[in-house]
């Protein structure tokens, strides 16, 4: 039987001056109070969920600060031991990080390899941030939880007014499946302390409702280099939240004609082998598969599909006319060449690997209006945060990097797609990835891809479920 964690950080307040009196530091009223109305709703979730809270001490605005606030010195949920086991593969670490820090696990990956790993440790920020290991095996990760306490910060510096600014009311549930496996998902409260998980809405202590998604980002779907397993916990996740809309990123693969195989011959030979080279055989699939995720979500859901790098696979091809020494493209090939020659549009406004991926699902069947495919000059901007870049690419020309560039490009509040790793930096959010983990292009390489897709509920709080081994926390 599975094993429940809810754990959270709180902020230490008070210090001990020389006459033996519990102070705050600087004078004035302790600040890191519980949020008490969050801390009723994670004590509510635990006894719903049969699920152990875990709350770990962190440090306040001065290193002088060495005791919680009184009503929470003496709970029995505290932990102020060096470690705690989850399973093999996830501990939580006293590791020392003061909460004015803006990254909580900068410096910090190497303590993966120390521990042989993943590591929870107390911040008051949230952070996901994948550590690479070799050869497509799950990755490591470092994560941080957030805080049950109000922030605690000397606000007339600029790192404690800027951590002030950054403090998260949150936490982390951890589902330990086994030895060996775990499954984890961030939980983000409002500035009130109500919070979202998985569909069902805490409100202190009384109990919970059920609360609708407003939309789900998908992880780079590579239809045709999927894993079946990950597809699978999507379906499931598509039927149980039956969001208003849903963001599709990389649906088309692009392995018919992918030019990063351009130049291997004996790979192209093999594929064709396979029957993985034909371009209308692929645009075919995709389409089906598109209407079956029409037909699952149900005709009131809306659907999204992201301008993507794999996309672009496809003018490439075209320009280059390869398509003209292939026999088994030619025709698809003329055809998409026709299509994007009568482009009556200015050129500024043309992209043409969205529109030829969407001409090309037309060439099998009507596809209905409520699936739009946007275009990279496309603005898709939902409770705040930006949907409709995919994340490869970055400012100025440069390519898309991690959670910390894209909160620049996403203006602060984003979900976007692209590096198949999960992670979670402030409000920027990326998903994982529904394909293997282990194609040929990631062979000895580190790497972290993981599944994981993003839900935001019709509050505004968002949620990130990764799917390890096809596994989900659906309890």
Known sequence: MSKKYLITSAQLCYYINKDGDELPWGGGRAKAVPHYYFLKGLETYCKENSAELVILPVAGKNTHEELLHGDLRNKKELFYGERKILNKNIQIRDIVVPPQNVDPATGKSKL?????????????????????????DLPRYIYTPGAVTMPNYN?????GDTAERDHVFGALLVEVLDDVYYNISNIRAMKNGKFVDRGKFYQGDTTPQKVGVDFMVIGDYHWGDHDERAVKATYEMIEKFKPKRIILHD?????????????????????????????????????????????????????????????????RYINDGAWMNEFWNAEMGAYLFEKGISLGLPEKEIDDGSYLIEMGMKKFGKIPERIKFLRLNSNLRIHGYQLAIHGDKGNFGSRGGNAK????????????????RSEIYGDTYIVGTNSQLDLPYAAGYGNASIATNAVCYENGLIQLLPIIEGRWMKF
């Open 251 to 315: 649906f088309f693969n692009g392995h018919s004609v992918n030019y990063h195989d351009k130049e291997n011959i004996m790979g192209r030979v093999r594929e064709f082998k396979r029957g993985r080279l034909s371009l209308e055989d692929e645009l075919e699939s995709d389409y089906k598969e598109l209407m079956n995720l029409c037909k699952m979500a149900g005709k009131n859901t809306d659907f999204y599909i992201v301008s993507s790098n794999h996309h672009r696979f496809l003018p």
């Open 112 to 136: 993966v390899s120390k521990y042989n790993s993943s590591l929870i440790f107390a911040h008051t920020k949230q952070r996901f941030s994948p550590v690479p290991v070799f050869n497509a």
């Open 405 to 420: 560039a894209q909160e620049i490009i996403g203006g602060g509040k984003s979900v976007s797609g692209d590096k198949h």
């Open 155 to 159: 606000t007339a510096n600029h790192r």
